[in-house]
């Protein structure tokens, strides 16, 4: 037994994960996979790490000092659960075992519950990045026990991405808490990802710049508060030329976006704890709708606004645009910390929202300085109702609601489709408005369903008899 860590699944997270914990001070990594190949290929590609390698889940047991340690990062679902079948029965009370796949939420909740009972701890953590960032330095999110954290704290401290000195790595909460927050990360990541396009878009149908112009757009606002990896990347992607047609890469991608399905785990997840994340919904949306190609072309025929797009003023509707991104993305990441808040309320974690926006800031896809903003806003009142109304943020968006509003009208004017955009405004008027016509909805619920209304001017519940003489009375029930 010497290795004080090991990494179960040899593809490239699991193999990337192993040499990045291998290449840190103090860590001895034991390492197997299911098929041999992969164990072989890593030790021969990597002799200086100083692998030790098992063949059989037994040998691996054995190579692991005790409190025995392991990190599973195998295909999600099933593949999962054999792994943890597996090592159960040859760990014993104590031992950890941390799954680091992309784990929907309540699975590591049974998970975690179910290995408990055996007395060894499971882990699920939430590791983002991507292949680059599992080698490099990922943002890791654990949830599971406290006894768990005293183990693997200081081991994924040496591994984690590293934002001002701070590792990107921090207790998240209990059991499943570690997978509910990587899959919000994975939410507004769409949602940021989503609102970059649309700013792309009406910047190119706008002004009849080139990508590559745009790309110049990008890499200018990334010096200031819209700073990012998503617009540094944003700019690359548009500046690559085909070297095929010579025409952008852009142009010649095929406009149906992908989607792994943690974007609709986050949107279903919001459904069901009844908080509002309709940027995070809309990116997702947008992307189902770009691909039904068949519905597509069955609508290609119908029409759209007379008169063409364009701006007269390039460099001010460019600027607009900037100050509707920024904004919109405001209310992007007040939704999905909303839905981290509510999670936590429900499910019984204590989550330091501040400390999540700061492992944010390294190693993963929404790496931002922005972040630092929602660490201030969270230091200075921990129980925020909403984040968007921290005056941070408040004031940029008093900054930027007259542009957000223009360039929402020019776009819907111009039949140029900006779901997220639009929706961040309508939610951004909805939380904002000092009366809402939640109260017409209460009184047709009370009229077909007597589902019954409160007052504004007294306690109590109320029920208007309408299909009688339309009086009111004092009800009982809330339905
Ligand atoms: P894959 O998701 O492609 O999984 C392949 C690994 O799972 C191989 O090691 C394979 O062993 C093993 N495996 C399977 Br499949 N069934 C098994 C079983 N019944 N018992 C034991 N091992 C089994 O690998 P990946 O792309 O490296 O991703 C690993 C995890 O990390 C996934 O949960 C993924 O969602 C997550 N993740 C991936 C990324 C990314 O950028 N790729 C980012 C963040 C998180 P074999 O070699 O014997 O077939």
């Known amino acids: 037994a010497s290795a004080n860590i090991g990494v179960v699944g040899l593809a490239v997270m699991g193999s990337n994960l192993a040499r990045n914990l291998a290449s840190r001070e103090g860590n001895t990594v034991a390492v197997y996979n299911r098929s041999r190949e992969k164990t072989d290929h890593l030790l021969s590609e990597h002799p200086e790490a100083g692998f030790i390698p098992a063949f059989s889940y037994e040998e691996f047991a054995a190579s692991l000092s005790k409190p025995r340690t392991a990190i599973v990062m195998v295909k999600a679902g099933r593949p999962t659960d054999a792994v943890i079948d597996a090592l159960v029965e040859v760990f014993e009370p104590g031992d950890i075992i941390v799954d680091g796949g992309n784990a929907y939420f309540p699975d590591t909740i049974r998970r975690e519950k179910a290995v408990r009972e055996t007395g060894i701890n499971f882990v699920g953590a939430g590791i983002s990045g991507g292949e680059e960032g599992a080698l490099t330095g990922p943002s890791i999110m654990p949830g599971g026990s406290d006894e768990s954290w005293v183990t693997l704290g200081p081991i994924l401290r040496s591994i984690a991405a590293v934002a001002e000195g ?55 606002w990334n010096t200031g508060e819209l700073e990012s990896y998503l617009i540094e990347i944003t700019a690359e992607v548009l500046r690559q030329v085909d070297a095929e047609t010579g025409e952008p ?34 990116a997702t949306f947008a992307r189902s709708l770009s691909s039904h190609p068949e519905q597509r072309a069955a609508a290609a025929g119908l029409p759209g606004p007379a008169e063409d797009f364009h ?40 989550i330091d929202l501040g400390a999540i926006s700061k492992i944010w800031r390294g190693g993963c896809i929404i790496r931002a300085q922005f972040l630092n903003r929602i660490a201030d806003a969270y230091a200075e009142q921990a129980d925020l109702p909403v984040l968007a109304a921290a005056p941070y943020f408040a004031d940029a968006l008093t900054r930027g609601q007259d542009a957000w509003r223009r360039v929402v009208v020019a776009a819907t004017q111009a039949g140029i489709p900006s779901p997220a955009f639009s929706s961040s405004l309508a939610y951004y008027d909805g939380i904002r408005a000092e009366r809402l016509p939640a109260a017409l909805i209460q009184g047709q619920r009370d009229f077909f369903g007597a589902h019954t209304y409160k007052r504004i001017d007294k306690e109590g519940t109320f029920h208007t008899q309408w299909s009688g003489d339309r009086t009111e009375i004092e009800a009982e029930d809330t339905h």
């Open 311 to 350: 701006v007269d003023d390039a460099d001010a509707f460019i600027e607009d645009v900037r100050l509707a991104l920024f904004a919109s993305k405001i209310i992007a990441y007040s939704q999905g910390f909303d839905e981290i808040r509510a999670g936590a309320a429900e499910y019984g974690w204590s």
């Open 249 to 282: 890469l852009v142009d010649v991608i095929l406009d149906q976006a992908g989607a792994k399905g943690t974007g609709a785990w986050t949107v279903q997840t919001a459904l069901s704890l009844g908080v509002p994340v309709s940027g995070i919904a809309e």
């Open 166 to 220: 701070e590792p990107c790595v921090t207790h998240v909460g209990h059991d499943g808490a570690g997978h509910f927050v990587k899959m919000v990360h994975n939410g507004i990541e769409y949602a940021d990802m989503q609102l970059i396009a649309e700013a792309y878009d009406l910047i190119r149908r706008g002004t009849g710049k080139t990508p590559a112009e745009i790309a110049d757009v990008f890499s200018e």
